[in-house]
């Protein structure tokens, strides 16, 4: 068969195999080598990528009149960091169809102009990524002096309604090491206060949330991020690399996010000394046990709230207070002390919740669930393979250990549930307080099922090749499932 005649709908199904980054060129290159056959064109606006500031215009150009041939693009990206701001906000204001969208943020953006492309909520918008790098060529701290910070960026997307954002990523890069060490030139801030980031994450709009990454270099997230109840509960792959993360951090967002199965932690401090094998004994012990202190944790705040409840269904109505003597007008006397040499009362102490006698709080327990954690990846330099292998006999260990602990408190728990204590198990992040994301142990599955049994949760697999493609991966590692999400390998 010639091509002429094949037909238009099996030529769109080849042309969606073609990768993203020369996806234009690739369908341009097929429309000249066979000009006669039916080669849908709409596919040359389905994927753009511009590489070169005078593309924006040129695209600007052809669309603005083009009402037809807006919506037909759906996956837009800007992958030069010199480019008119003012043009690509116009652009984008056109282009009402995007469901993925890459900006490459450089020295030429203002807040305003992120302020403005985000302004108007896009409900099919599933792929979103920000890569901000503040100078291109020449080290300078202009945006630095001027205050220009993107803060406003978190605070726009935070406003946005319950739509459906699956995968985010906002991306600063760390300066070149040889810009930042012969100039001796400090990492530029490009988020002020990270206060914004704790915004965006308890917003309706990132509720669906499973792929975040998130790279601030040098700065400690980890609080604005673990410390937030039941924000991004569907998370399943979490990039925080080059930020200040330790090790108290990592157990932190293991406790936080339930379902997390993929951790990425690229230049960050897991362990103190890389080289000690107890460093990652203790590592692998923590992705193990986490859950046992969620569900401790989570306990706790149950065993509050039933506190609180029975407090104040009791609690009589309080009798009035006696008025405030009123201070009879006239000249007060002269000896009157206007300051206080006593010293400044202390902060009081947090309120204790007092239940009356004879009112019996329920006891309670939650079990622990089994780790879903299926990979962690960091980087670790100036190892050899020797150790290598050491280090991940080490983490496995401490896997084994972890899982032993996990094992003997549920059979303490069995004891108690035999003996007539009510037992629940969490089943979703839930805000609500009380019983919420809760459900009641009904029989023995839930303390002997097969996936408590050791042999069949695995450890994780432990990759230390770092970011990029040049090291040695292993198979499996969550590296290679981020470049999959993301589209990259950085």
Same mark, same amino acid.
């Given at each position: 068969?010639?091509?002429?005649?094949?037909?238009?709908?099996?030529?769109?199904?080849?042309?969606?195999?073609?990768?993203?980054?020369?996806?234009?060129?690739?369908?341009?290159?097929?429309?000249?080598?066979?000009?006669?056959?039916?080669?849908?064109?709409?596919?040359?606006?389905?994927?753009?990528?511009?590489?070169?500031?005078?593309?924006?215009?040129?695209?600007?150009?052809?669309?603005?009149?083009?009402?037809?041939?807006?919506?037909?693009?759906?996956?837009?990206?800007?992958?030069?960091?010199?480019?008119?701001?003012?043009?690509?906000?116009?652009?984008?204001?056109?282009?009402?169809?995007?469901?993925?969208?890459?900006?490459?943020?450089?020295?030429?953006?203002?807040?305003?102009?992120?302020?403005?492309?985000?302004?108007?909520?896009?409900?099919?918008?599933?792929?979103?990524?920000?890569?901000?790098?503040?100078?291109?060529?020449?080290?300078?701290?202009?945006?630095?002096?001027?205050?220009?910070?993107?803060?406003?960026?978190?605070?726009?997307?935070?406003?946005?309604?319950?739509?459906?954002?699956?995968?985010?990523?906002?991306?600063?890069?760390?300066?070149?090491?040889?810009?930042?060490?012969?100039?001796?030139?400090?990492?530029?801030?490009?988020?002020?206060?990270?206060?914004?980031?704790?915004?965006?994450?308890?917003?309706?709009?990132?509720?669906?949330?499973?792929?975040?990454?998130?790279?601030?270099?040098?700065?400690?997230?980890?609080?604005?991020?673990?410390?937030?109840?039941?924000?991004?509960?569907?998370?399943?792959?979490?990039?925080?690399?080059?930020?200040?993360?330790?090790?108290?951090?990592?157990?932190?967002?293991?406790?936080?996010?339930?379902?997390?199965?993929?951790?990425?932690?690229?230049?960050?401090?897991?362990?103190?000394?890389?080289?000690?094998?107890?460093?990652?004994?203790?590592?692998?012990?923590?992705?193990?046990?986490?859950?046992?202190?969620?569900?401790?944790?989570?306990?706790?705040?149950?065993? #509050?709230?039933?506190?609180?409840?029975?407090? *104040? /269904?009791?609690? +009589?109505?309080?009798?009035?207070? @006696? $008025?405030?003597?009123? =201070?009879?007008?006239?000249?007060?006397?002269?000896?009157?002390? #206007?300051?206080?040499?006593?010293?400044?009362? *202390? /902060?009081?102490? +947090?309120?204790?919740?007092?239940? @009356? $006698?004879?009112?019996? =709080?329920?006891?309670?327990?939650?079990?622990?669930?089994?780790? #879903?954690?299926?990979?962690?990846?960091?980087?670790?330099?100036?190892?050899?393979?020797?150790?290598?292998?050491?280090?991940?006999?080490?983490?496995?260990?401490?896997?084994?250990?972890?899982?032993?602990?996990?094992?003997?408190?549920?059979?303490?728990?069995?004891?108690?549930?035999?003996?007539?204590?009510?037992?629940?198990?969490?089943?979703?992040?839930?805000?609500?307080?009380?019983?919420?994301?809760?459900?009641?142990?009904?029989?023995?599955?839930?303390?002997?099922?097969?996936?408590?049994?050791?042999?069949?949760?695995?450890?994780?697999?432990?990759?230390?090749?770092?970011?990029?493609?040049?090291?040695?991966?292993?198979?499996?590692?969550?590296?290679?499932?981020?470049?999959?999400?993301?589209?990259?390998?950085?």
């Amino acid at each position: 068969m010639q091509l002429d005649r094949l037909p238009a709908e099996l030529y769109s199904a080849i042309i969606s195999h073609l990768p993203a980054d020369s996806f234009q060129q690739d369908v341009l290159a097929l429309t000249r080598a066979i000009p006669r056959s039916p080669v849908p064109i709409h596919h040359l606006l389905e994927r753009i990528r511009l590489k070169h500031a005078q593309q924006i215009v040129q695209l600007y150009t052809r669309l603005r009149n083009a009402t037809d041939e807006r919506n037909l693009v759906k996956d837009f990206g800007v992958v030069t960091w010199t480019v008119d701001a003012d043009v690509l906000v116009n652009l984008l204001g056109i282009l009402p169809r995007i469901s993925s969208l890459l900006l490459f943020v450089g020295p030429y953006f203002t807040p305003e102009h992120l302020e403005d492309i985000f302004h108007k909520p896009r409900e099919d918008l599933r792929f979103l990524s920000l890569r901000f790098r503040p100078y291109v060529e020449k080290a300078t701290y202009f945006q630095f002096l001027k205050g220009a910070y993107f803060d406003t960026t978190l605070i726009a997307l935070s406003r946005w309604p319950s739509y459906k954002l699956p995968t985010l990523s906002i991306v600063q890069d760390p300066p070149e090491p040889l810009i930042s060490s012969a100039k001796h030139f400090a990492q530029p801030l490009v988020f002020f206060r990270l206060e914004p980031i704790s915004v965006l994450l308890c917003s309706e709009y990132i509720s669906s949330l499973t792929h975040l990454r998130l790279r601030i270099p040098s700065r400690q997230v980890s609080r604005f991020i673990s410390s937030i109840p039941a924000s991004v509960p569907a998370l399943r792959l979490l990039d925080l690399s080059t930020c200040n993360i330790l090790s108290s951090d990592m157990e932190g967002m293991l406790i936080r996010f339930h379902g997390l199965q993929h951790l990425i932690l690229d230049g960050c401090s897991v362990a103190r000394d890389q080289s000690q094998a107890t460093e990652w004994n203790n590592i692998g012990k923590i992705c193990a046990t986490a859950t046992v202190r969620r569900a401790k944790a989570r306990e706790k705040e149950l065993k #509050t709230w039933l506190q609180h409840n029975a407090a *104040t /269904a009791t609690t +009589p109505v309080s009798m009035p207070q @006696p $008025a405030a003597r009123r =201070i009879r007008p006239g000249r007060r006397g002269l000896a009157t002390a #206007t300051i206080s040499l006593r010293e400044e009362p *202390t /902060a009081s102490e +947090p309120d204790i919740i007092h239940v @009356p $006698a004879g009112i019996v =709080i329920p006891k309670v327990r939650v079990i622990p669930s089994p780790p #879903t954690l299926l990979s962690l990846c960091t980087s670790a330099s100036f190892i050899t393979d020797v150790q290598h292998q050491t280090i991940r006999e080490e983490f496995e260990r401490g896997w084994d250990e972890g899982l032993a602990q996990l094992a003997a408190v549920k059979s303490r728990l069995y004891g108690s549930w035999k003996n007539g204590v009510r037992m629940m198990r969490i089943t979703a992040n839930a805000s609500g307080g009380g019983y919420d994301g809760l459900e009641a142990i009904e029989g023995e599955n839930a303390f002997h099922s097969e996936e408590d049994d050791n042999a069949s949760l695995s450890p994780p697999v432990l990759c230390l090749a770092g970011s990029g493609t040049s090291g040695k991966h292993v198979e499996g590692c969550g590296h290679n499932i981020a470049w999959n999400v993301w589209n990259d390998t950085i």
